[in-house]
């Protein structure tokens, strides 16, 4: 159990609801043939080890995150691992950690093909949420992006749950306004977007959708995309 489940006392997903999250953008990742994947908000860098291990065509994976002593603590992910001294990769691979913030945008990440941006918009400030688009979809342009956030039509289902499912939590969307915020952004931008869910409860609780959603973007062939944006902000 996680400790996200543990802490609400609801559901218990099996496997837990992030390592369906990872399956997820492991698959995303393998069927879009991406070489460069960035994680946005990568944090321990669990992710990052996943995609290392499971991905194996991948040339360059790059973390982002604020916290500098995070990064700090978890820099040994970004060596490499015992099994690829034994056997190596068919394809080179280069991993490197950079501290930033998701609202400014760094073009050295402009060449990537898939962003990765798990259970993080929900901590980002009105401001920081504003400029995540931009950054995101117009600087960075990637190929794929895969976002998830948590879907607060569950959290009926965790009995003891007071407020949002994490102190950090800014707010928590439901499937309604996330499909309303990534639908401008892929509108404003170019992109498709689908939506699917993550981490089902018991059996006739469908209706509630998953514990996660995800959107997953497409980039379509390129389109003017005007000066002037404003984006509306679900808090």
Known sequence: MSNEEEAL???????????????????????????????????EGKLLTAIRIHCSKVEMIVGIDIDKEIL?????????????????RDTPLKMALFQGSVATPDTRFSNCDFISCIEVIEHLHEEELAAFPIAVFG????????????????????PNMVGFRHPDHKFEWTRQ???????????????????????????????????????????????????????????
């Open 9 to 43: 006392k609801g559901p218990v997903f099996n496997p837990p609801v992030y390592i369906q999250r990872y399956d997820a953008v492991k698959r995303l990742i393998n069927e879009s043939g991406s070489k460069r994947v960035l994680d946005i908000g990568c944090s």
């Open 139 to 158: 600087v960075y342009r990637p190929d794929f992006v895969a976002l998830s956030t948590p879907n607060v039509d569950f959290n009926v289902l965790f």
């Open 177 to 235: 306004e996330f499909r309303d915020w990534c639908n401008i952004c892929s509108e404003t931008y170019g992109y498709a977007v689908e939506f699917s869910f993550i981490g089902y409860g018991p059996e006739g609780t469908e209706n509630l959708g998953g514990c996660t959603q995800m959107a997953v973007f497409k980039k379509l062939p390129s389109i003017e995309i005007s000066g002037n944006l404003h984006f509306a902000v679900f808090l």
């Open 72 to 88: 700090r603590e978890n820099r040994f992910r970004t060596k490499p691992l015992m099994a690829e001294y034994l056997k190596k």
